[in-house]
């Protein structure tokens, strides 16, 4: 391996490992991750108590675990959409460029 290779592994592991030293969990016992959704709700209810949503979800997820999962999926399909848009557009620009040279 490369000097340069092993210096951008212990980069990127000091990375990952960094966030679960730094971050401690709130004193108030709660959860130290919380999205911006419920906190945009506590936010809500603080400013108009008898703030009334306007609609309710069609479906809710039976856990937190099926929530994150679903949440990762979807993630994890729009990824799968955008590295075959670029890969289909760099394989064209490749295309174009060799029968172009000919």
Known sequence: MKRQDIILLVIAAV???LPMVLVKAPADGTQGFQGADSQAQVLV???APDFKPWFKPLWTPPSVEIQSLLFALQAG??????GYYA???VGRNRSREEHSDT
């Open 45 to 47: 209810g603080k400013i």
């Open 77 to 82: 399909i729009g990824c799968g959409f955008l």
């Open 87 to 89: 890969g289909l557009r």
């Open 15 to 17: 990375l990952v490992a």
